[in-house]
């Protein structure tokens, strides 16, 4: 069982960066392939960035890539999500995910767990 809690979300301007955090708990940290989700109002949950179970490999949306980046530190069993650039289409409560044993996928259906999210604002 793992348990995910996201943080760092909040009010931003155009063009202004932030840091979400996904803290999770569990012993099999370091075996789950991780991820962020992005949940516009009314509308589905949409891959935003995935990295692997080494840290090693990380896969992008096109509509992040460039301006996101994931990362994962397994030693304090956090995910990171780098968010710069931000424009009010970013605004959503963003998800963390955790997938075991698995690839890094872009489907919500491949992963386990979820966070309650964390929500981002964008203003103009």
């Known amino acids: 069982q793992v348990q995910l809690v996201e943080s760092g979300g909040g009010l931003v301007q155009a063009g202004g960066s932030l840091r979400l955090s996904c803290a999770a708990s569990?012993?099999?940290?370091?075996?789950?392939?991780m991820s962020w989700f992005h949940q516009a109002p009314g509308k589905e949950r949409e891959f935003v960035a995935a990295?692997?179970?080494?840290?090693?490999?990380?896969c992008y949306a096109d509509s992040w890539k460039g301006r996101f980046t994931i990362t994962r530190d397994s030693a304090k069993h956090t995910v990171y999500l780098q968010m710069n650039s931000l424009k009010p289409e970013d605004t959503a409560v963003y998800h963390c995910?955790?997938?075991?044993?698995?690839?890094?996928?872009?489907?919500?259906?491949?992963?386990?767990?979820w966070g309650r999210g964390t929500q981002v604002t964008v203003s103009s």
């Open positions: 990295v692997s179970w080494s840290g090693g490999s990380t």
């Open positions: 569990g012993r099999t940290f370091g075996t789950y392939t």
């Open positions: 995910a955790a997938r075991a044993y698995g690839p890094m996928v872009k489907q919500t259906s491949g992963y386990n767990y």
